[in-house]
């Protein structure tokens, strides 16, 4: 039963990442026809052909290059050298029991407890703990944590995720510069050049882009609300299946849920990825991507 | 030809492919169950061969603090030797024993501040922790993967395409022999 839910899950992942590339990849292409008709209706025949290249490189690279842009961004370095020995050592007992390679494996500086998981598929996976689960974390409870996170790398929720994180992570950005330009009084320059026969459209098109603009965090962060949960309690589980010791990833949590302030310094697109929000933010309860600790520890203790 | 006869024989045709689907789909799951087995045993084998080369130098280390614990030296080195031939069942009792003896070795080193001291000897116990880790867990793997095969072909319908394979031994050893580490950073 185990292993056809985890194939199941990974089948599901797949489907679910090639999705989320056709939906963001309209997404972006309704974007850049908004702009492309605000800034330069005259070329909007050459503007879309070469904007769907971009967005198709973009979106292969995403895909390519996702595990190293969510790295850097968090500033995580490779884990060398004596003092990870142990880290390293659990890391790749885990991925034996997981029978997955073993993962790169990253340390992030940072006095909070967490870790998070990337890359496109079980071959280039990388796993990132921060200092402070090295230090407060016994090898039960570090094995708990590493454990969940390889459980995403096996379920390939890892090439999932660290797809939303990047691809969202432009999207943002993109909504960022359109408020941004109506905030200086984009809009007034605009009417002066307005053409009589695309006036009506062109305010129609202004306002489906602001919209899209003020959506596109609060869709994101419902896609992710709707994806991370299923998959923590997936990883949790799987993760005890691997050390054959949920109590160890229980008080992992635990200890998170004590120690922890949510003030890390990381990327919003990039925190789904973290086995415990980073970033606390009056927000959370209505998108919280992390299921509650505290009913986490609760199925732990119940198998 | 008539009707019929087009439709028994398109009936039959259908059943025949449908059959050799099945058989190549139950062969080719077979073989790989087979494979994820031999790449468990060699997972494990490969953390024995690094025990293996890994024990002397820590037993040099401890030599150089406490030159008199001989018993025990020799005991470490007699379980040692078991790791590398034998049968995997053999050498992996020769691999619990060695954790043991081990053990006792760990013990003997509290006595010794100075050996506890040393970086050298800290790192060793690490990695020899991690490596009886992965020994676990490539064990906890190697079961698995032969609880799938042996359960594959022994239902309906893998156990009629299993060609008189029979089932694997597990690797039977107490579980929850794992240990505490005592390093700290």
Same mark, same amino acid.
């Given at each position: 039963m185990a292993r056809r839910s985890f194939f199941d899950e990974q089948r599901r992942n797949r489907r679910d990442s090639i999705l989320l590339a056709i939906v963001v990849s309209l997404f972006l292409f309704g974007l850049v026809y908004s702009f492309a008709y605000i800034f330069a209706p005259d070329a909007l025949i050459f503007v879309l052909p070469f904007s769907l290249v971009l967005i198709l490189i973009y979106t292969w690279g995403s895909y390519q290059y996702g595990d190293k842009i969510v790295l850097s961004s968090t500033g995580a370095h490779p884990a060398e050298g004596n003092e990870f020995v142990y880290l390293n050592n659990v890391a790749e007992g885990l991925?034996?029991?997981?029978?997955?390679?073993?993962?790169?494996?990253?340390?992030?500086?940072?006095?909070?407890?967490?870790?998070?998981?990337?890359?496109?598929?079980?071959?280039?996976?990388?796993?990132?703990?921060?200092?402070?689960?090295?230090?407060?974390?016994?090898?039960?409870?570090?094995?708990?944590?590493?454990?969940?996170?390889?459980?995403?790398?096996?379920?390939?929720?890892v090439e999932f995720m660290t797809f939303v994180a990047v691809l969202v992570g432009l999207v943002s950005i993109l909504s960022h510069i359109i408020l941004r330009w109506a905030w200086w009084g984009?809009?007034?320059?605009?009417?002066?050049?307005?053409?009589?026969?695309?006036a009506g459209i062109e305010v129609v098109v202004i306002v489906l882009g602001f919209i899209l603009a003020i959506l596109a965090p609060i869709a994101v962060a419902l896609v992710q609300f709707a994806i991370s949960r299923r998959r923590e309690f997936m990883a949790d589980a799987s993760g005890a299946e691997l050390t054959r010791y949920p109590e160890g990833l229980a008080s992992a949590l635990e200890k998170i849920k004590d120690n922890n302030q949510g003030k890390m310094k990381v990327d919003e697109a990039v925190s789904p990825l973290f086995i415990s929000d980073p970033n606390k933010s009056p927000l959370d309860n209505l998108f919280a991507t992390h299921p509650p600790l505290e009913e986490r520890v609760k199925r732990l203790r119940q198998m | 030809?008539?009707?019929?006869?087009?439709? *028994?024989? /398109?009936?039959?045709?259908?059943?025949?492919?449908?059959?050799?689907? $099945?058989?190549?789909?139950?062969?080719?799951?077979?073989?790989?169950y087979e494979n994820q087995i031999d790449e468990a045993w060699s997972q494990i084998d490969v953390q024995l061969k690094k025990r293996f080369d890994l024990v002397p130098n820590l037993v040099e280390t401890v030599k150089g603090y406490a030159k008199h614990e001989r018993e025990i030296f020799e005991n470490v080195s007699k379980a040692r030797a078991?790791? *590398?031939? /034998?049968?995997?069942?053999?050498?992996?009792?020769?691999?619990?024993? $060695?954790?043991s003896t081990l053990r006792t070795l760990f013990a003997v080193a509290e006595a010794y501040p100075q050996l506890k001291a040393n970086e050298q000897f800290k790192l060793l116990q690490e990695q020899l922790q991690g490596i009886e880790d992965k020994i676990a867990y490539a064990r906890q793997y190697f079961n698995?993967?032969?609880?799938?095969?042996?359960?594959?072909?022994?239902?309906i319908p893998g156990a009629w395409f299993a060609g008189g394979r029979s089932k694997r031994e597990f690797l039977a050893i107490p579980e929850g022999e794992r240990q505490v580490p005592k390093v700290q950073f």
């Open positions: 991925a034996i029991a997981a029978g997955v390679p073993p993962p790169k494996v990253y340390v992030i500086d940072d006095p909070e407890i967490n870790a998070f998981a990337t890359g496109k598929d079980p071959q280039h996976a990388s796993i990132a703990v921060t200092t402070g689960a090295l230090q407060k974390l016994n090898r039960q409870e570090l094995e708990g944590v590493v454990a969940h996170e390889l459980s995403h790398v096996r379920n390939r929720d984009g809009a007034g320059r605009r009417r002066s050049r307005s053409r009589d026969s695309g | 030809m008539d009707i019929l006869t087009l439709s *028994v024989i /398109g009936a039959l045709v259908v059943v025949a492919l449908i059959l050799v689907g $099945l058989y190549f789909s139950y062969y080719n799951r077979i073989r790989m078991g790791l *590398v031939s /034998g049968s995997p069942q053999e050498r992996m009792e020769a691999s619990n024993m $060695l954790t698995t993967s032969v609880l799938n095969f042996n359960n594959l072909i022994t239902t």
